[in-house]
Nanobody, 128 residues
Framework: VQLQASGGGPVQIGGSLRLSCAASGGTFSDHVMVWFRQAPGKEREFVAAISWSGGSTSYVDSVKGRFTISRDNAKNTVSLQMNNVNPGDAGVYYC??????????????????????WGQGTLVTVSS
């Protein structure tokens, strides 16, 4: 599966931005899709994940209520709607395909090591 992320750019504090990730090759619905981000000088962190059907989602606490992950299996795309953006949301956003189609929640943590495929990243900058 090849992944191509897009939609990054400048956004003002409190503003909105929509990231997209297009998949090609393989079977898109075989994978939970995940968004990670990496701020300058920091490690890459999990942001959000969505099950193969789109029926289940998981978010890092810092984006709950502000970000929405969605997917369209007919179009092989996964999106991340970012609302009420704050400076902590700045960084390079990566989409990735997990090794399982089933979304695990609760105490489970999605880590980079689980991901089979990665997009190239798209940069989000936040300004006042």
């Amino acid at each position: 599966v090849q992944l191509q992320a897009s939609g990054g750019g400048p956004v003002q504090i409190g503003g909105s931005l929509r990231l997209s990730c297009a998949a090609s090759g393989g079977t898109f619905s075989d994978h939970v899709m995940v968004w990670f981000r990496q701020a300058p000088g920091k490690e890459r962190e999990f942001v959000a994940a969505i099950s193969w059907s789109g029926g289940s989602t998981s978010y890092v606490d810092s984006v709950k209520g502000r970000f929405t992950i969605s997917r369209d299996n007919a179009k092989n795309t996964v999106s991340l709607q970012m609302n009420n953006v704050n400076p902590g949301d700045a960084g390079v956003y990566y989409c990735a395909a997990d090794q399982s189609p089933v979304l695990f929640t609760g105490s489970f943590r999605y880590t980079e090591e689980r991901m089979l495929y990665w997009g190239q990243g798209t940069l989000v900058t936040v300004s006042s």
